[in-house]
């Protein structure tokens, strides 16, 4: 009979709702900041702008900075630009959703540009806007009329929605400031600083995707360096209101008031009446609330059919972004990693305090615990909450956003990839080699995916090539993208699902044909992919760098005619035993060869483990 599985929320990423209130939705780590002479301060220092009102602080942090950052910290300065209503007021008007546009006009591109009374020594940027990727430039000029250029800026996607670009270049003293702009931009917000920043620094603090280790980066020339001892934890007591009092030794500080508020994202595509907050995934008791505000409510109304012909819920690939803070995540870091992370708050918002290594180690930790929290908080939570009802949990481990992949994928029921017709877009490796590492028997894929270049057009002639790649890959389930209910019989073709998705349908001109030689073929294939066990040569160890994913064969550059699965931390130390001098899994899939990948930080742990698997026979690369 007719089974049913349902998406967790309205659209199809990932776990948000109206129900979601301010308390329990996504988190970031913000912040303000002030220069000041030491001895007794008092000061007014404003908390960071916020969304929908919801503000905590955290901590507030100083060090000390150069004298210079204090002149540059007070020079006065206007923004200007190729704005319409040149009402840029809006960027720093304490809400982070409030923006201007910048326009092309008279054949010159969209500018943003800083004017300053006195020359100003910048050595960083960020700029934030809510559009499609661009690209940004910045200038300098002494005049106004004759720019330099800077730096060509970095661009990164904190969130669904929005994206920044950021830059950290050496020291540019100038009255002038402009970025060029390739594309109309709507901006949220713009700061040109006087301090350097981490390359990159978004990465390192858990907000965006990209390189994530220190490598070959140097302290740059003209910032001092100095020891993580000088960095000064104020009391909670200095802090009343948005009034900072207290004392600090001799020198120039720069004091930052750290806070938390909402990244914003929301359920996305979603009806009006389903659409609102997403769910904080680093607290447990925040997806619990949406669970059965959505779930939930059709388990009941489904009663004793739950679990028989309401079977599954499942978590869609993920898109909304990242966070990195929720409620008492210091104390949970704490608990994690043995020491306090208050004193090096400085190093989330990029800046250079004592040396690098010390800056990649602690970054490492952080992106580990806010990695690990979501992976067991939301993810291996939803399943668990799936168990409780007797659903089964389908989740896409993989995305846009701080995602173990691999442990995420072997934590659920049925680990789930997508795959797209005549189109490069596609994500296979992380659920097959989570399911092959964790005996998963079922892969399940979002399958055939298209854009409206195919639709109606396309056939299984046209769909079999792409079904075959997949199950070559290690894929054993077609999810359908997409199949619409026809409601009524009597319309053809009938309804769509909007652009995406090829059009699998019961209206189709080949269904009553070549539509059922082709179902047949799926299922006996399906069917026979799923007996035995996988065969690969290598375990690739895909390091302890979070958040983590599978490594492919591409990156490994191994021959045509070999194949790899790859493999979190507990796979290596927990599942893998050696058998006749090979690495084997409980359920009976082995491997010749060790891989190391993504191993210039491993643990000591890590390192212990791998010589006992050398000691015992296995080969290791790496």
């Known amino acids: 009979g007719l089974t049913i599985g349902l998406h967790n929320c309205d659209g199809w990423s990932s776990s948000g709702g109206p129900w979601v209130k301010p308390e329990d939705a996504m988190k970031k780590l913000v912040w303000s900041e002030a220069v000041v002479k030491g001895g007794t301060i008092s000061i007014a220092l404003r908390p960071h702008a916020n969304r929908l009102g919801f503000y905590r602080d955290v901590a507030v942090v100083a060090y000390p900075v150069p004298e210079s950052e204090l002149t540059d910290f007070k020079i006065p300065f206007t923004l200007s630009g190729s704005a319409p209503n040149r009402d840029f007021s809006r960027l720093n008007d304490g809400d982070l959703d409030t923006m201007i546009s910048l326009s092309a006009a008279k054949g010159k591109p969209p500018f943003l540009q800083w004017n300053y009374e006195k020359p100003f020594c910048a050595r960083s940027i960020y700029i934030a806007h809510s559009t499609a990727p661009g690209t940004a430039t910045l200038f300098a000029s002494n005049d106004g009329k004759d720019f330099k250029k800077v730096a060509k800026l970095s661009e990164f996607r904190p969130s669904k929605t929005k994206r920044a670009f950021i830059g950290s270049f050496p020291a540019v003293t100038a009255r002038y400031f402009k970025v060029e702009f390739k594309r109309p931009m709507p901006i949220i917000a713009a700061q040109l600083n006087s301090f350097a920043q981490f390359p990159d620094w978004l990465v390192h603090s858990c907000m965006a995707k990209g390189k994530a280790n220190f490598s070959g980066m140097k302290h740059p020339d003209g910032v001092p360096n100095f020891n993580l001892s000088d960095v000064k934890v104020l009391e909670a007591s200095a802090l009343n209101g948005n009034q900072l009092t207290t004392r600090l030794p001799e020198g120039t500080w720069r004091v930052m008031r750290f806070g938390y508020t909402l990244t914003g994202e929301k359920n996305q595509p979603a009806t009006d009446a389903g659409r609102g907050l997403e769910c904080d995934k680093l607290n447990k008791a925040a997806l619990d609330k949406h669970f059965a505000a959505y779930i939930g409510k059709v388990v009941e109304q489904c009663g004793d059919l739950t679990g028989k012909t309401f079977q ?40 250079y305090i004592g040396d690098l290594d010390t800056a990649d180690a602690v970054l490492a930790d952080f992106k580990d ?189 191994l021959p045509s005619g070999y194949n790899l699965d790859s493999c979190d931390a507990f796979v290596l130390h927990e599942r893998v035993k050696v058998q006749d001098g090979r690495m084997v899994l409980p359920e009976g899939t082995a491997y010749s060869v060790l891989m190391l990948a993504k191993c210039d930080r491993i643990h000591l742990k890590t390192l212990q483990r791998v010589a006992e698997l050398a000691e015992a026979g296995i080969t290791v690369v790496g």
């Open 312 to 351: 599954s819920a499942e978590i869609d690939s993920y898109e909304m972004g990242w966070q990195n803070w929720t409620d008492e995540f210091e104390t949970f870091f704490a608990k994690r990693k043995g020491y306090d992370l208050t004193p090096y708050l400085p190093l989330i918002a990029g800046r």
């Open 369 to 557: 615990v806010v990695a690990s929290l979501m992976t067991e908080n939301y993810f291996m939570q939803f399943t668990e909450l799936c168990n409780q009802h007797g659903l089964k949990s389908y989740i896409e481990p993989y995305g846009n956003g701080p995602l173990n992949g691999l442990t995420i994928g072997g934590n659920c029921d049925i680990p789930m990839g997508e795959f797209w017709m005549n189109h490069s877009a596609g994500q296979l490796d992380v659920p097959v080699h989570a399911a092959h590492t964790y005996g998963k028997r079922v892969i399940s894929a979002e399958s055939f995916t298209q854009r409206k270049a195919l639709n109606w057009k396309v056939h299984p002639w046209e769909m079999k090539p792409s079904g075959d790649t997949a199950w070559a890959v290690g894929i054993n389930e077609f999810m359908f993208h997409r199949y619409v209910h026809q409601a009524n019989t009597h319309v053809v073709p009938g309804m769509t699902m909007g652009s995406v998705g090829s059009h699998i349908d019961g209206t189709q001109t080949w269904w009553l044909n070549a539509g059922k030689a082709w179902m047949k073929y799926n299922q006996r294939g399906q069917f026979l992919l799923r007996q035995g066990y996988p065969v690969a040569d290598l375990l690739v160890y895909a390091g302890d760098r979070a958040p983590q994913s599978a490594i492919s064969i591409s990156t490994v550059g």
